[in-house]
Nanobody, 122 residues
Framework: QLQFVESGGSLVQPGGSLRLSCAAS????????VGWFRQAPGKEREWVAC???????NYADSVKGRFTFSRDNAKNTVYLQLNSLKPGDTGVYFC????????????????WGQGTQVTVSS
């Protein structure tokens, strides 16, 4: 099955940090952009970040300067480092892929994983 497997989510206090991982299953990352999205209860899925096949990252304004996206093609895995977390960062975090270039629209992506829960609360 061609999908990602996300991990690393947890309950963390405001100001804390987490590192999310997203491992590709059934395909290789080369040639694809990978996007991170999140969905809070009762809200639509929101674009968080994307890294294209040339390793250029892009971030939503709400996370710029706090989140860092990286990828390791040799391990077929991408990572999202979350720092200075806020309660508004709470949600299920998903990753997905599309050919070559980034997009901020979830409709442009495929191979969605099950997501990993991030909860920021004191």
């Amino acid at each position: 099955q061609l999908q990602f497997v996300e991990s690393g989510g947890s309950l963390v206090q405001p100001g804390g940090s987490l590192r999310l991982s997203c491992a590709a299953s059934g395909f290789t990352l080369g040639g694809y952009a990978v996007g991170w999205f999140r969905q809070a209860p009762g809200k639509e899925r929101e674009w968080v970040a994307c890294i294209d096949m040339w390793l250029n990252p892009n971030y939503a304004d709400s996370v710029k300067g706090r989140f860092t996206f990286s990828r390791d093609n040799a391990k077929n895995t991408v990572y999202l480092q979350l720092n200075s977390l806020k309660p508004g960062d709470t949600g299920v975090y998903f990753c997905a892929r599309r050919l070559q270039r980034c997009s901020t629209s979830s409709a442009d992506f495929i191979s969605w994983g099950q997501g990993t829960q991030v909860t920021v609360s004191s």
